[in-house]
C-alpha cells in the first residue's frame, strides 16, 4: 500500500485523506480521439461528526460517489484520478454531503492543478489545442478555464479622453471596447455593442458628475455611438478616428480610379 500511496507524491497531490488501491493504463475515447491514459484508483474518507446544516452529531456514513479528475502526471502520459469520494447522510437534518479535498473543487472533473499549468502556457501565447494535447483535456475546458480567470473590472474612475471601437470576439459576435486615449489602459469591455448595453454601463457604473467630466470621445464613423454619446457624455466632443478618415478617402479614390478605368474602356 505504501507503494501506491507514493504514487501520490510523483502526482503532486499532498492531501493525506486520499489513499491509493491501484494503478492501471486503459485507452480511452473513440475513434481518432482513442488515448492511453493511467488511471489511479483512489478513496477520499475522513472523519466528521458534525452536519455543517444542522451542526448535530448525527452523521452516518453513507457510501461513496466516484469521480474521475484529470490531474497533473509526471510523464506526456495524461492521468486520471479515479477517486471515491466518502458520502454522508445527517439523521436529523436529512441533508447529504460529500468529501471534498483541494485536489479539485467541487463539481469539477479537472484540477486546479491542471487549471494553473494550462493558464501558464496561455499566458505563453501557445495555442488552445495545442495545450489541450500537453494537458489531456478538450480544447473547450481549455477555453473554459481560460474565460473563468478572466475577470475584467472597470476603472475606478472615468478619464477625460475616451476611445470606442469593436472587434470580433468569440463565436463571431462583436465586442464593444473603451480605452483611455492618454494612456491606453482599458477603461471596460462589454460583451456585445448593443447601445442599451453600454448605455446601461456607464450610468450603472459612472456618476452623471463623471460622466460630465469628459472632454472627448474618439470612434469610427459608428452612427450608432454618435446617437447615444452626447446622453451620457454632455460635454463631450466627437472625433473621428483618422485611420478610418483615411480609410474612407482610400475606398473614395478606388471607386473614382475604376469609374475612370471603365470610362476609357468605353472609350476605346
Not at 473543487?105 to 479537472?110: L, R
Not at 469591455?189 to 457604473?205: N, P
Not at 471607386?255 to 478605368?261: D, E, G, H
Request: glycine fraction near 4%.
Amino acid at each position: 500500500m505504501s507503494d501506491l500511496n507514493s504514487t501520490l507524491k510523483l502526482l503532486g497531490i499532498t492531501d493525506s485523506n486520499i489513499t491509493v488501491s491501484d494503478v492501471r493504463d486503459e485507452i480511452r475515447g473513440h475513434g481518432q480521439g482513442r488515448k492511453k491514459y493511467q488511471v489511479v484508483h483512489a478513496e477520499l474518507t475522513y472523519f466528521l461528526e458534525r452536519c455543517p446544516s444542522c451542526g448535530m452529531p448525527a452523521l452516518r456514513r453513507n457510501g461513496h460517489i466516484r469521480t474521475r479528475i484529470h490531474v497533473n502526471g509526471p510523464t506526456d502520459c495524461p492521468v486520471i484520478l479515479e477517486l471515491d469520494k466518502q458520502r454522508w447522510r445527517c439523521r436529523n437534518c436529512r441533508s447529504t454531503l460529500t468529501a471534498t479535498t483541494p485536489v479539485v473543487k467541487p463539481n469539477h472533473a479537472i484540477s486546479t492543478g491542471i487549471s494553473e499549468y494550462a493558464l501558464k502556457l496561455s499566458k505563453l501565447a501557445i495555442p488552445g489545442k495545442q495545450i489541450a494535447s500537453i494537458t489531456g483535456i478538450s480544447t473547450t475546458s481549455i477555453e473554459r478555464i481560460i474565460d473563468d480567470d478572466i475577470k475584467p473590472h472597470p476603472l475606478n474612475y472615468l478619464p477625460v479622453n475616451l476611445c470606442f471601437d469593436e472587434f470580433r470576439s468569440t463565436h463571431s459576435t462583436m465586442s464593444f471596447i473603451c480605452i483611455d486615449a492618454d494612456t491606453h489602459k482599458r477603461v471596460t469591455v462589454l460583451g456585445d455593442r448593443l447601445s442599451a448595453t453600454i448605455k446601461d454601463f456607464f450610468k450603472s457604473h459612472y456618476s452623471s458628475e463623471q460622466r460630465a467630466g469628459v472632454k472627448h470621445i474618439c470612434m469610427d464613423m459608428n452612427a450608432a455611438y454618435q446617437n447615444f454619446s452626447h446622453e451620457l457624455f454632455p460635454n463631450a466632443e466627437i472625433v473621428i478616428d483618422r485611420f478610418h478618415v483615411i480609410q474612407l478617402i482610400g475606398r473614395a479614390m478606388d471607386q473614382m480610379s475604376m469609374s475612370v478605368i471603365k470610362c476609357r474602356k468605353m472609350a476605346i
